[in-house]
């Protein structure tokens, strides 16, 4: 409904919306990466645009077609996304996390493929932590933004989503359920619980272009009880 009506309740607000994977390398040939398509960013990004909002958009490598009416800038691993998004973040009123961003990487990168070995059966790699680029957020605030994280949870949605949403110093974490039917990566639908420190909102199960609204409902209305 709102995608049809497009109610321009997001005029004059700066939006940045991040999105989809990140690629971490290994060699030149092979990278870690996961399963995040970057639809359920797309969708805030898109939904966030048709509001009359003046949307940025970093995204990982996605197979998704530009979005239009929004700035988009391209990254590829977790350190070019924490460089893109803490440049732009002094200038935004609304962060919206929702890559699926690389918790460690490949400590070095192999300057040649990596070869198979006749003898060895097993190979480790040795990773390293990437940087939180939420947390660096929430340590790094302007006054009046608000930020926004998604949390992907195999167990304990809730309860792992309550302590991101206070570590990180969030106002708002979208917990999306991986275990259900139609939810989480590569689906056209989620199903998520929107949680703020005053509220829980369990969603139904909508198509991410209505997740996105409604996600942007709640953040317009945490907006105006903060200002
Ligand atoms: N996130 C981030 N930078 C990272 C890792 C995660 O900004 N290096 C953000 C994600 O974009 C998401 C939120 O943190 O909005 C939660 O991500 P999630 O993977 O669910 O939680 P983590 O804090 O990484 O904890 P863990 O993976 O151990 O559950
Ligand atoms: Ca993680």
């Known amino acids: 409904l709102h995608a049809l009506s497009h109610e321009k309740d997001m005029c004059g607000l700066r939006v940045l ?52 009416y929004m700035e988009v800038v391209e990254v590829t691993s977790a350190r070019e996304m924490f460089q893109a998004v803490t440049a732009l973040s002094a200038s935004m009123d609304l962060i919206i996390k929702a890559a699926a961003v690389a918790d460690y990487r490949p400590r ?3 300057a040649d493929k990596i070869k198979k070995s006749a003898e060895a059966r097993d190979l480790s790699l040795p990773l390293e932590r990437t940087d939180d680029i939420l947390g660096w957020l929430g340590e790094h605030r302007r006054p009046g933004q608000l930020l926004c994280g998604f949390s992907m949870e195999t167990r ?34 989620n199903l998520l619980t929107l ?7 369990p969603l139904p199960l909508l198509s991410k272009d209505e997740a996105a609204h409604r996600l942007l409902d709640e953040l317009l209305a945490l907006r105006s009880t903060r200002t």
Do not use: C, Q
């Open 108 to 110: 070095s990168v192999a």
């Open 156 to 189: 304990d949605l809730l309860e792992n989503s309550r302590k991101k949403l206070a570590k990180k110093h969030l106002d708002l974490i979208a917990a999306n359920n991986l275990r259900e039917e139609g939810a989480g990566f590569g689906t056209a639908t």
């Open 17 to 68: 919306v991040t999105a989809g994977p990140t690629r971490e390398a290994l060699d030149p040939v092979r990278y870690l990466t996961n399963h995040s398509t970057g639809r359920m960013g797309y969708a805030v990004a898109r939904a966030a645009a048709a509001r009359g909002a003046s949307v940025t958009l970093v995204t990982g490598p996605t197979e998704l077609p530009r979005p239009a």
């Open 195 to 201: 949680i703020t420190a005053e509220r829980e909102t």
